[in-house]
Structures are given as structure tokens and as C-alpha cells.
């Protein structure tokens, strides 16, 4: 087994206890339907008290057979897991002494869990079954995120628990299920505090140096005109940390004041076998 196929799966096993802790301790207990399977066991056990853990097995089956006929076998392996595990630690946690029944609090937080979860099992290239599996369905066949993806499947069950839940919850779980889509899409996308800096300037010379020696970072030049006055400009483009990225504003600002200045939030750094946290004191 290499390192690679042990992250993926150490992954899911972390993400699906993180979903099924958020359930327990967090959506049903605040009665928030948040989409999925769990949204309808949510209802189930409201009408009938099932158990939320056998409720979930038990449709997630079939939907886990469609899984492994559209997504893969090494998905389905992994959705497999995903599919076990989560029931798995509901039945658990189900008798934990701490939860949070204020519904606001459950959105919020529960969402924020939730979207931490699940995230954490996509990265890992797997499912936790159910309505993410078909997430995941979605996303193939659309090219959407996988935050947004989950956004519509879950809203289609969040909507329809109006029937068995006030109004006022039910747009409780819709808050709930768009914290957790872009949950997902930050865990997916490693937002940092980290900036990328584009500068446009007619002084390369000058901002070069401003980079190198004073915030010692490496830049990439690109050979530009400008479209109103159709003359050469160079912009320059740099990589920096969030104290860095305020340095070197203030040093454009009162030194270089008639360059055009953008600044980017960069979620991830890739290139060259290095990751943004292995970036920082390497030159472009």
C-alpha cells in the first residue's frame, strides 16, 4: 500500500466521522432536515423515531449500487467505507451527553461540520454514500463544484421537509446546506491567507528591487501594453504571505504610486512539486 492510497482512505474514515458527529450532535438535534439521506432520516425519526443509523444503511444501498455503476470501482470501494462508516458512528454517538438543539447554532455550526466532513472525504476521492454519491454523480456529468453540486441535491430534500417541519427550520437547513457547500469548496481549494500580487508598471527596474530586497520574494514578468495608451508595461506577478502582501502595498503606494496594483486571495500554490506552505523562500 503506498502513502497515497493510505492518505485517501485515512481521509474518508476522519471526514465521515466529522459528518456523522454533526448529525448527532448538532442537525438532529436542532431538528434541521440538511439535505442527504440523513435530512430524511432526519424526518423519519421525527414521524416514526427510526433509527437514523439503520434508516441511512438501508437507503444507502441501492443508491451505493448506482455509485459503483457510474463512478468506478476504486470510488465505490471508497464509497463503500464512506457508506459504513457514517451509520456506523452515528449508532455510536447517538447517546452523546452534548449537543446543540438552538437551530441557528445547528445551522451554523452543524453546516460549518458538515462541509468540514464532507470535504475532507472528497479530497480523500471517495463518498460518504447517499446524496453525496449522487453529488458526486452530478458534478461528473455537469462540471459544477463539488460544493455546489451537493447544494442542489440537498435543497431538493431540505424543500420538501417544509411538509413535516415549520417553515421557520426548514430555512434553518437551507442556511445550514449553503454553509456546508462552500465548506466543502474552501477545505477542496485550501484557501490561505497567502496573496498574489499583480502589478502593472512602467518602473519594472524599481519594483523588482522593491520585491526582492525588501520582502524577498521571487516575481515573474510578463510583457504587457497598456490599452488606453498603447504603451510597454510590464506586469509583475508575485506570491506573497498576508504581512508580506501589506508591506509591499504600502511600499507601492508611497514609492510607486502611479502603478496599477491587484491583489488576490490565492487558495493554492501548485508547480514544480511544491505546495504553498513548501513555496515560501523558493524564487518563480
Given at each position: 500500500?503506498?502513502k497515497?492510497?493510505l492518505?485517501?482512505?485515512?481521509?474518508i474514515?476522519?471526514?465521515?466521522?466529522?459528518?456523522?458527529?454533526?448529525?448527532?450532535?448538532?442537525?438532529?438535534?436542532?431538528?434541521?432536515?440538511?439535505?442527504?439521506i440523513?435530512?430524511?432520516?432526519?424526518?423519519?425519526?421525527e414521524?416514526?423515531?427510526?433509527s437514523?443509523?439503520l434508516t441511512?444503511?438501508?437507503i444507502?444501498?441501492?443508491?451505493?449500487?448506482?455509485g459503483?455503476?457510474?463512478?468506478g470501482?476504486d470510488?465505490?470501494?471508497?464509497?463503500?467505507?464512506?457508506?459504513?462508516w457514517?451509520?456506523f458512528?452515528?449508532y455510536?454517538?447517538?447517546?452523546?451527553?452534548?449537543?446543540?438543539?438552538?437551530?441557528?447554532?445547528?445551522?451554523?455550526?452543524?453546516?460549518i461540520?458538515?462541509?468540514?466532513?464532507?470535504?475532507?472525504?472528497?479530497?480523500?476521492?471517495g463518498?460518504?454514500?447517499?446524496?453525496?454519491?449522487?453529488?458526486?454523480?452530478?458534478k461528473?456529468f455537469?462540471?459544477?463544484?463539488?460544493?455546489?453540486s451537493?447544494?442542489?441535491?440537498?435543497g431538493?430534500?431540505?424543500?420538501?421537509?417544509?411538509?413535516?417541519?415549520?417553515?421557520?427550520?426548514?430555512l434553518?437547513?437551507?442556511?445550514?446546506?449553503y454553509?456546508?457547500?462552500?465548506?466543502?469548496?474552501?477545505v477542496?481549494?485550501?484557501?490561505?491567507?497567502?496573496?498574489?500580487?499583480?502589478?502593472?508598471?512602467?518602473?519594472?527596474?524599481k519594483v523588482?528591487?522593491?520585491i526582492?530586497?525588501?520582502?524577498d520574494?521571487?516575481?515573474?514578468?510578463?510583457?504587457?501594453?497598456?490599452?488606453?495608451?498603447?504603451?510597454?508595461?510590464?506586469?509583475?506577478?508575485?506570491?506573497?504571505d498576508?504581512?508580506?502582501a501589506?508591506k509591499?502595498?504600502?511600499?507601492l503606494?508611497?514609492e510607486?504610486?502611479?502603478?496599477?496594483?491587484?491583489?488576490?486571495?490565492?487558495?493554492?500554490?501548485?508547480?514544480?512539486?511544491?505546495?504553498?506552505?513548501?513555496?515560501?523562500?523558493?524564487?518563480?
Amino acid at each position: 500500500m503506498n502513502k497515497k492510497f493510505l492518505t485517501e482512505y485515512a481521509q474518508i474514515i476522519i471526514g465521515a466521522s466529522l459528518v456523522a458527529l454533526s448529525y448527532n450532535l448538532l442537525l438532529l438535534p436542532s431538528k434541521l432536515a440538511a439535505g442527504g439521506i440523513s435530512g430524511i432520516s432526519t424526518i423519519l425519526f421525527e414521524l416514526y423515531k427510526l433509527s437514523p443509523a439503520l434508516t441511512q444503511f438501508l437507503i444507502n444501498l441501492p443508491i451505493f449500487i448506482v455509485g459503483w455503476i457510474v463512478l468506478g470501482k476504486d470510488f465505490s470501494w471508497k464509497t463503500l467505507l464512506g457508506t459504513f462508516w457514517v451509520p456506523f458512528m452515528i449508532y455510536l454517538t447517538a447517546d452523546f451527553p452534548y449537543t446543540v438543539s438552538n437551530p441557528l447554532l445547528g445551522a451554523i455550526y452543524g453546516g460549518i461540520v458538515l462541509g468540514i466532513g464532507l470535504g475532507t472525504v472528497y479530497k480523500g476521492q471517495g463518498s460518504t454514500g447517499g446524496t453525496a454519491a449522487i453529488a458526486q454523480v452530478v458534478k461528473k456529468f455537469t462540471g459544477l463544484s463539488s460544493g455546489y453540486s451537493q447544494l442542489i441535491v440537498d435543497g431538493i430534500v431540505v424543500i420538501s421537509s417544509v411538509i413535516v417541519f415549520n417553515l421557520e427550520l426548514t430555512l434553518f437547513a437551507l442556511m445550514c446546506i449553503y454553509i456546508t457547500s462552500k465548506t466543502i469548496d474552501i477545505v477542496q481549494l485550501r484557501t490561505s491567507a497567502a496573496k498574489l500580487v499583480m502589478i502593472i508598471t512602467e518602473n519594472e527596474i524599481k519594483v523588482q528591487d522593491m520585491i526582492n530586497d525588501q520582502i524577498d520574494r521571487g516575481l515573474t514578468k510578463v510583457r504587457t501594453i497598456g490599452g488606453y495608451s498603447n504603451l510597454n508595461k510590464t506586469m509583475i506577478l508575485c506570491v506573497a504571505d498576508q504581512q508580506e502582501a501589506i508591506k509591499l502595498k504600502k511600499m507601492l503606494q508611497d514609492e510607486e504610486p502611479t502603478s496599477f496594483v491587484v491583489f488576490i486571495n490565492a487558495s493554492e500554490v501548485l508547480g514544480r512539486g511544491f505546495s504553498l506552505d513548501k513555496y515560501y523562500g523558493q524564487k518563480f
